[in-house]
């Protein structure tokens, strides 16, 4: 089954989890995984490294359009990063993925 993970990185766990916990009761995302991580980048021409946290949302095709503009219109940064990744699932995950996002 055709899938998508969408990686989103946020300033801490609880920006992180007010937005996976939105994503998953809307019906956006079937999971997520979280964890922390250094992050480092360039942003207004210096060399930056924060300390981040970084989802992975597990969601089908047809949601990820929603899944992005649900995550804009509640992450706190000016350009957050949201970076799809097409996947493939097993059929067993996948029917759990449908069943989740269906109810």
């Known amino acids: ?11 801490n766990a609880k920006h992180a989890e007010n937005i996976v916990r939105g994503a998953v009761e809307k019906g956006l995302a079937a999971c997520v ?29 047809e949601k990820v359009s929603l899944l992005e503009n649900y995550v804009k219109s509640h992450h ?16 067993a995950y996948g029917r759990w993925m449908n069943d989740a996002l269906e109810r």
Not at 1 to 11: E, G
Not at 43 to 54: G, P, R, Y
């Open 1 to 11: 089954m055709d899938i998508c993970l969408v990686l989103v990185t946020h300033p």
């Open 76 to 91: 706190e940064y000016d350009v957050p990063a949201i970076i799809r990744v097409p996947a493939k699932a097993d059929s």
């Open 33 to 61: 995984l979280q964890a922390p991580m250094a992050s480092f980048y360039i942003w207004e021409d210096a060399l930056t490294e924060d300390n981040e946290v970084v989802t992975l949302f597990k969601t089908v095709n």
